[in-house]
């Protein structure tokens, strides 16, 4: 296992715990990579943000001294493939952007509830924005073939909603591979909570043992859960990352061939546009950095005509940006 990165401080949400998991423990080395060219349709995706925002008589201005990259979870079993059209089924179910900050030597993450109603470009058949649509922002990977168009149009619409902020990299990985590296470690033990073995009773309450499926039913069950909003489901992502972590650092002490099989098997189910050399850089960079917060906006849910909604509080969101993205003016 590389470095000094001190996993059992870790808690993440599902999807970024995967990511980091398997580039550091591969090494980089065969990691694939797509092309970026910096361009979505007819607009720039990410655009370097230029305006000072006043606050309580106080400037500031976008920082140039962090490194961003957004991570989504799809709501796809299988491996990546395009859809060959400019729609597809797999759905954002996680969108977390991981901000490296080289000024206080942290690593922070804005946690964004894919229900959080926002606007998003819409995609033509050739693949340009021919519009906008307000919906829930996990929407916006369903435009696109499912491959980097589709990333892409995510990468827009979260920079959109944080004031134009500069969107360095991206990684999205298909929720299906959830089982194939729940299982890689031996299974993950958690605690089930009682609402959730009420709606399945094969994984009784209290201590568990996740096996194969199980994993992601536990990570992507809402609806029928409690109270089926998705902020009960973040909350079980990230009690079993921790108990995931704690499974991945047993096995990889033991069994030096586990990073790379690990990689192998979950390398189908990414799409990134961060070369190798840059993930490893990156990494090698931040090893020594603190977790710092998991940052989640907040706002107010509400059932629309079949699905619910979440509003994003706006000044809420306004002090995480000025925290995070944002520095006073000098």
Request: net charge negative; with cysteine.
């Amino acid at each position: 296992m590389n470095g000094g990165f001190n996993w059992k401080k870790v808690i993440l949400p599902c999807a970024v715990f995967i990511l980091l998991i398997v580039v550091i423990f591969s090494g980089l080395h065969i990691l694939e990579s797509t092309v970026f060219n910096n361009r979505f349709g007819d607009i720039e995706i990410t655009q370097q943000p230029t305006k000072t925002i006043e606050r309580d008589k106080t400037e500031y201005f976008p920082r140039q001294d962090i490194t961003t990259l957004l991570v989504m979870g799809i709501d796809e079993d299988g491996p990546v493939v395009s859809s060959e059209e400019r729609t597809n089924d797999g759905m954002a179910d996680l969108i977390a952007l991981v901000i490296f900050d080289e000024a206080n030597r942290e690593i922070n993450i804005i946690n964004i509830n894919r229900d959080s109603m926002v606007n998003m470009p819409v995609l033509d058949e050739e693949g340009k924005r021919s519009g906008e649509t307000f919906a829930q922002i996990g929407l916006s990977h369903g435009y696109g073939t499912g491959l980097e168009d589709s990333c892409e149009n995510t990468v827009w619409t979260v920079s959109d909603l944080l004031y134009g902020v500069q969107i360095d990299y991206y990684l999205s990985i298909n929720m299906g591979a959830v089982p194939i590296v729940n299982d890689a470690v031996g299974g993950v033990t958690v605690n089930i909570p009682e609402e959730f073995a009420a709606a399945y009773p094969k994984m009784p309450a209290g201590e568990y043992t996740l096996k194969g499926s199980e994993a992601l039913t536990f990570v992507r069950a809402r609806r029928e859960v409690g109270d089926s909003l998705n902020v009960s489901r973040m909350e079980r992502q990230k009690m079993y990352m921790d108990a995931f972590i704690e499974a991945a650092m047993a096995k990889a002490e033991g069994d030096t061939s586990f990073a790379l099989e690990l990689f192998e098997k979950a390398s189908a189910y990414i799409v990134t546009n961060c070369p190798a050399e840059t993930l490893s850089e990156m990494l090698s960079s931040y090893e020594s950095y603190e977790t710092g917060e998991i940052i989640s906006p907040k706002g107010e849910n509400k059932l629309g005509e079949k699905y619910y909604e979440f509003y994003i509080d706006e000044d809420d969101l306004d002090d995480i940006i000025i925290k995070y993205l944002y520095a006073p003016k000098k």
